[in-house]
């Protein structure tokens, strides 16, 4: 996910937030020190953030890593860059020329149990035994958004090449979101999004459910693309679909008590060029698909709302928004960055209601044209309106 909420830690530092539920909930958190991570630009920063006491939400939204403290009001308060310059991430781990850190952030709850919320920073262009492989850190934080510890996961660190090799260009770590504990041993894990893999044909796409351990390397790994796990049973990806170009947790959608998992394909092809697609993935605590559903032009019920366009890019971003109204069902945000409404890719996003099975009950689209944000604010031609979502 291209940007997430960061879970609670109160003054004695015991979380009470698994970093899951989405900012756009809008609730009211107890007071407490809120931990909050916003990325910036490509080439290499990270920022956390902690927010002061009082009820607050806080953010993880990202490229390059910042951590922050934020006033209620959302006004900083301190801002500690992450980067090979500042903070002790060089401590740990050297970040190499256009690793691109930050590309994807989330905040996934407490892996290691010290009642801080820890961080997970994508570096989509990292070069571990390949090039544009990719890679993730797991960054153990202090409240003062300091790392006391780290852990890479890549072709040579965190164990994953006990179950995978991540391909050369793959780009592993382009998007991330935390799923909870899939698996009931009390760890927190992770889903990461390989858009660029070539499982199948070229740039198809894939994302990785990581289970993990609570030092941040992983003790499972199950893959999502045409080769791997049983994502070809319900689905074909075709060459540069892009599958992973984000990915967002669910939540608990057709009641089994699991995370669903929601991933972008953003290049699919269903009703015209690049339009874009989103497959909600139905998951068992094995990482083994019990269904799938793909919304897009042709799929889903999405064309009794709206026409999708060449170009949108529709699924370039997503992000759940649990039921924000009240009436109990889920909703999910999807990005359109290329939407051509007045402008050539002024950009949009649609939110989506969704039924249990993960097709749309209903769908509003906000751009120049729909709902009433014209009413605030004018986009300009390339505005990419949509980018990341959360």
């Known amino acids: 996910m291209k940007s997430q909420e960061c879970g609670e830690v109160d003054k004695a530092g015991s979380s009470s937030s698994s970093g899951q539920a989405s900012l756009r909930q809008n609730r009211a958190l107890a007071t407490g ?61 050297t970040i190499g020329t256009e690793g691109y850190i930050g590309i994807s952030v989330g905040a996934p709850g407490d892996i ?29 934080l202090q409240t003062d958004g300091m790392i006391k510890d780290a852990q890479k996961l890549s072709n040579l660190y965190g164990n994953i090449n006990a179950f995978y090799s991540l391909v050369t260009g793959g780009q592993f770590g382009y998007s991330v979101t935390g799923l909870g504990d899939i698996d009931g041993d009390s760890v927190v894990d992770l889903a990461v999004g390989a858009y660029a893999d070539d499982d199948g044909s070229q740039d198809a796409g894939a994302a990785y459910l990581l ?31 892009r599958l992973g170009t984000d990915v967002s947790a669910l939540g608990n959608l057709d009641g089994d008590s699991l995370s669903d998992l929601a991933v972008g394909a953003d290049l699919d092809d269903d009703g015209g060029l690049e339009v874009g697609a989103v497959y909600v993935l139905f998951l068992q605590t094995d990482g083994r698909i019990t269904n799938a559903q793909k919304i897009s032009a042709l799929y889903g019920n999405f064309g009794a709302f709206y026409t999708l366009y060449s170009g949108d890019l529709f ?59 014209s009413t605030f604010y004018t986009f300009d031609a390339e505005d990419y309106f949509g980018t990341s979502i959360n």
């Open 315 to 373: 699924g370039h971003a997503i992000g759940s928004m649990g039921d924000i109204d009240g009436d109990g069902v889920v909703k999910l945000a999807v990005g359109a960055r290329g939407i051509d409404e007045m402008y050539n890719s002024c950009g949009g996003f649609f939110v989506l209601s969704l039924e249990t099975d993960g097709s749309v009950k209903s769908a509003q689209k906000v751009s120049m044209l729909y709902s009433s944000f």
């Open 33 to 93: 020190i809120l931990m909050c991570i916003t990325g910036l630009l490509p080439s290499g920063y990270a920022f956390a953030a902690v927010v002061n006491e009082g009820p607050s939400n806080a953010l993880v939204e990202g490229r390059r890593t910042t951590t922050t403290q934020c006033y209620t009001d959302g006004t900083a308060k301190i801002v500690q860059q992450i980067s090979m310059q500042y903070s002790n991430l060089n401590t740990f781990y």
């Open 211 to 241: 289970y993990l351990e609570t030092d941040g390397k992983v003790k499972k790994v199950v893959k999502f693309s045409m080769l791997y796990s049983d994502f070809s049973t319900f689905f074909t990806l075709e060459a540069s679909d």
């Open 112 to 140: 290691d149990g010290d009642g801080v919320v820890d961080m997970a920073v994508g570096v989509s262009r990292d070069d571990d035994s390949g090039t544009n492989a990719g890679a993730m850190y797991i960054l153990f």
